[in-house]
């Protein structure tokens, strides 16, 4: 041993020296992740808390119990939808509070009934023309201020000036609930009517359905396309510059913001093209372009998961390079080509960005009931509905928005489930 390393700590010695530091930085590493881990997932929890708090009372509508009488005077025999239902709220109002006599204050009595009360007894007309004549105790939907009373969103106490309902509304209203006469139901219209200026009469139906029809034209174009071009692009595009190009672009586009995609639409399908507005058939090409490079690559991902061993055998039996890959390798790699389909046609159900481009911010009131008619969807239309001031919008956007997680929850886990179901480990 020379001179130079008498007395020189070992290598064993110095590894060991060293050794407590290092398990301390890894420990506090592994603590750092797990914290990471847990505010995620509490952030998390409180958004959905926040949301479901927020939107749960959008599933409960007030309900004013009234005694109707349907007089023959008011009905139009050669249309029944022209009767005077109105007339007929405000009468049965009327007999329920004979006091009222100034014109302000039978403003404010009438106030308690929502519009939608004349049309809710229009369709029970038109459904039975018997009751005509007849008196019948009728459930007729409640205002929006009087519902966000009920629902406890309403402070009493606050001065008369610093709320929407005056003091003589609230006597009304206790009068109305100690007779039984006010009650929180289900709300079946949220569910079954579209879009409409009144909160208690609007509905995610005419959305929903724009959104199916949209997703529709979405799926039978993105994914036949999709994985053709990744077929192609896999098994028998030779590589050379412009196949390397091809693929570059494909990475790129599926990393460009939506609402590029969007400005497309605008320019080809709207401007060049003349294809309806706000359309259903319009907003699934736009998404169609932007759901195609998700498609395309998780398709590709998938036959390269394939072993090469299936593609030898099947050449080696004396099967066409068609035939194999049709017969051998896309059954095999169709579970993944599924899962990223699903995948790409949920991150579409959740956008809003393209199509506000193309017009589907409109106010639709009617349901629509083609791919041609002018439609939203559930994102937009949960964008329109936070603008909006009333405070009963407000918890229908939540609840809105809790409907649309709920589909995108089993979108996701109908990929989670096709991918453990199918998937083959090699």
Known sequence: ????????????????????????????????????????????????????????????QSF??????FS???????????????????????KMFPEVKSRSDKKLLFGLASPGAAFRLQQMVVADTSIIGSTRSVWLPADDDLDMLLKGHVDRLVPETERRLKDVQLAWIDDLTEQGRLRLK???????????REPELAGILGATMGSFYTLVVTLFLSFPIGVAAAIYLEEFASRNRWTDIIEVNINNLAAVPSIVFGLLGLAVFLNFFGLPRSAPVVGGLVLTLMTLPTIIIASRVSLQSVPPSIREAALGVGASKMQTVFHHVLPLALPGMLTGTIIGMARALGESAPLLMI?????????????????TVLPVQIYLWADSPERAFVERTSAAIIVLLGFLIVMNAAAVFMRN??????
């Not at 289900?186 to 409409?196: M, P």
């Open 72 to 94: 023959e005077e008011a009905m139009n025999v050669d249309n029944l939808a022209a009767g005077d239902y109105n007339g007929m709220v405000k009468e049965a109002l009327r």
């Open 1 to 60: 041993m020379s001179r130079n390393n008498v007395g020189a700590p070992s290598t064993m010695e110095i590894v060991h020296r060293n050794l407590g530091r290092r398990y301390r930085a890894e420990r506090r590493f592994r603590l750092i992740g797990l914290l990471a881990i847990v505010s995620s997932l509490l952030f998390l929890a409180l958004l959905f808390l926040s949301i479901v708090t927020k939107g749960a009372s959008a599933f409960r």
């Open 359 to 375: 017009g589907m911010v409109a106010f639709i009131v009617d349901v629509p009931k083609g791919f041609l008619e002018p439609a």
């Open 421 to 426: 179901r199918f998937e083959r480990r090699w």
């Open 64 to 69: 004013l119990l009234l005694d109707i009488h």
């Open 186 to 196: 289900f709300n079946t219209t949220f569910f079954t009517a579209g879009d409409s």
